[in-house]
């Protein structure tokens, strides 16, 4: 018996991109919708296009799983981010799919760093005084008021808190209604605006100094 | 003015997959592939593959199957479905229903000379 790891690597790529097209599903749901297609496809020798010749492209698979499962379909966010449906509309390109696929893995670490920025940006406006520094400092800063040994852990606890929620919120994004998911892309965007506007909160006291954004 | 439109029988069997696959297992329980390969080989060689594992997936879910785990010499272990009693009992029923549904589009599909001169 093969492990797991052992699929080859444009079979790994397949399935991926099957398994962003059913990205809306629970994860257990969506695993176990795609177990059989696995299987199948570490069965099948030959390279890419023999798989898409017995499933066709992963985003025709994905839906034929989806229809004869009985699961909604996964209808396309009305007003969504433009840059996100070109990215969607061109995930079965031969040549953009597999940066697009990695691209699309990469959004749990920003959906961390979104976290991390908006509490930022929500304590910054509460504190105009206490944004120059970087950003372990600053909610070193923010939180902890009292002297050690007896030191406030809310420094680390809240920002990891805030990280931790925006994974969760990120997660959940596909399932939320409309309403719901353009709040999340605002916060998104507040996200961004917090990044470019005050990079001495990311940015490591020195890089900030040589930067010329500390004194 | 443009040829008809031909008959697609997909419609068909999307309708028909439910009652083929629990008949499948009600012989003998069995993996997804081996099941999609016993659809083709029983005269149904339409029926996609990723349908089936899909047909499967909801049956399951609706407690129609029961499932286990099996080694496989090729991968990851296989879930092999049986037919719950749940899913014997919607199998006898929906046979029932469709050879009476089978019948009634039969007459209506090929009428007798007898039904047609009425």
């Not at chain 1, 397949?14 to 069965?43: G, I, K, S």
């Not at chain 1, 990469?106 to 760093?113: C, G, H, K, N, T």
């Not at chain 1, 400092?137 to 923010?142: A, F, I």
């Not at chain 2, 879930?79 to 029923?93: A, F, T, V």
Request: a neutral charge.
């Amino acid at each position: 018996m093969t492990t797991p790891d052992a699929a080859p690597a444009h079979v790994r790529t397949y399935l991926d991109e099957v398994r962003h097209h059913l990205r809306d599903l629970a994860p257990d749901d969506r695993a176990e919708l795609t177990a059989p297609v696995e299987q199948r496809l570490r069965e099948l020798a030959g390279g890419p296009a023999d798989i898409e010749r017995q499933f066709g492209r992963p985003a025709e698979l994905a839906a034929e799983l989806r229809s004869s499962a009985g699961y909604p379909y996964d209808a396309p966010m009305p007003g969504g981010p433009p840059l996100l449906d070109w990215l969607r509309n061109r995930s079965d390109h031969p040549v953009a799919r597999p940066v697009i696929t990695y691209v699309l893995s990469l959004r749990p670490a920003w959906w961390a760093v979104r976290g991390y920025l908006v509490l930022g940006g929500v304590l910054a406006s509460l504190g105009s005084q206490k944004y120059r520094m970087h950003t372990i400092g600053y909610y070193n800063q923010v939180f902890d008021s009292s002297t050690p040994p007896h030191g406030n852990v809310l420094w680390v606890v809240v920002p990891l808190a805030a990280i931790l929620a925006s994974i969760v919120l990120g997660a959940l994004t596909p399932r939320l209604p409309p309403a719901a998911r353009a709040a999340v892309i605002a916060l998104d965007v507040v996200a961004v605006v917090a990044l470019l506007a005050f990079p001495t909160w990311w940015m490591p006291p020195a890089g900030a100094y040589f930067a010329g954004l500390v004194n | 003015m443009g040829s008809a439109p031909s008959f697609d029988a997909s419609q068909l069997l999307k309708g028909a997959l439910d009652l083929v696959t629990l008949a499948v297992l009600a012989e003998e329980e069995s993996y997804g592939y081996e099941v999609a390969r016993r659809v083709w080989t029983g005269g149904l060689p339409d029926v996609r593959e990723a349908s089936v594992y899909g047909t499967l997936n909801r049956l399951y879910r609706a407690g129609l199957l029961t499932s286990r785990m099996a080694p496989s010499v090729s991968g990851p272990d296989r879930k092999y479905y049986g037919l719950s009693p749940q899913g014997r009992e919607y199998l006898d029923h929906g046979r029932q229903q469709w050879k009476s549904t089978r019948n009634a589009i039969d007459q209506l599909l090929d009428p007798s000379p007898a039904e047609g001169s009425r």
